[in-house]
T-cell receptor
Framework: QKEVEQDPGPLSVPEGAIVSLNCTYS??????FMWYRQYSRKGPELLMY????GNKEDGRFTAQVDKSSKYISLFIRDSQPSDSATYLC????????????FGKGTTLSVSS | NAGVTQTPKFQVLKTGQSMTLQCAQD?????MYWYRQDPGMGLRLIYY???????DKGEVPNGYNVSRLNKREFSLRLESAAPSQTSVYFC?????????????FGAGSRLTVL
């Protein structure tokens, strides 16, 4: 079993839809959880950063962490064509500076 | 703010040729990383440097060497390129404090080995 599992998609939705992206993980020591967005032919950029369990909201984006289920989610409300990108989850253990483990990414396409 | 700068952006090599990918960051970060990204494989860590003067192997180090030239610069060298090294290479850096678990990536270097 890989440490981080992420469905690669592709996921296609119409503009305005609510999008749910998910990752599961096996290492209970993970404490830091991140979502990166990567546009075609660009480097990944940090979208959301969460420590431990709970929710974090930033505009149309909400990140959720459920450590009991080892499951993290990213919700995008009122999706826009500009949200079309690959979304990568990443996580790491409790000590600052430990290695990040990435999911393989989910490709999202939002049509107008 | 430039952040993380990688050169070159594109490169085509023949099998057996050598080349060096350059990376520089201007955020005063201690740690720097080299990843490769291949379709269906995600981001895989090649080498990293936790601080100036140290380097360590990641998940896929074979065929690569690195040099942490100073705090700003971290280069990746392919001594004898192989077609299996055709990939997109990303350099990243990470600071300390509250952002210590967040990576900042460069724009990538697209390498093709014929």
């Amino acid at each position: 079993q890989k440490e981080v599992e992420q469905d690669p998609g592709p996921l296609s939705v119409p503009e305005g839809a609510i999008v749910s992206l998910n990752c599961t993980y096996s290492n209970s020591a993970f404490q830091y959880f991140m979502w990166y967005r990567q546009y075609s032919r660009k480097g990944p950029e940090l979208l959301m950063y969460t420590y431990s369990s709970g929710n974090k909201e930033d505009g149309r984006f909400t990140a959720q962490v459920d450590k009991s289920s080892k499951y993290i989610s990213l919700f995008i409300r009122d999706s826009q064509p500009s949200d079309s990108a690959t979304y990568l989850c990443a996580m790491s253990g409790p000590q600052a500076g430990t290695a990040l483990i990435f999911g393989k990414g989910t490709t999202l396409s939002v049509s107008s | 703010n430039a952040g993380v700068t990688q050169t070159p952006k594109f490169q085509v090599l023949k099998t057996g040729q050598s080349m060096t990918l350059q990376c520089a960051q201007d955020m005063n970060h201690n740690s720097m990383y080299w990843y490769r990204q291949d379709p269906g494989m995600g981001l895989r860590l090649i080498y990293y440097s936790a601080s100036e003067g140290t380097t360590d192997k990641g998940e896929v180090p074979n065929g690569y060497n690195v040099s942490r030239l100073n705090k700003r610069e971290f280069s990746l060298r392919l001594e004898s390129a192989a077609p299996s090294q055709t990939s997109v290479y990303f350099c990243a850096s990470r600071g300390t404090g509250s952002g210590a678990n967040v990576l900042t990536f460069g724009a990538g270097s697209r390498l093709t080995v014929l």
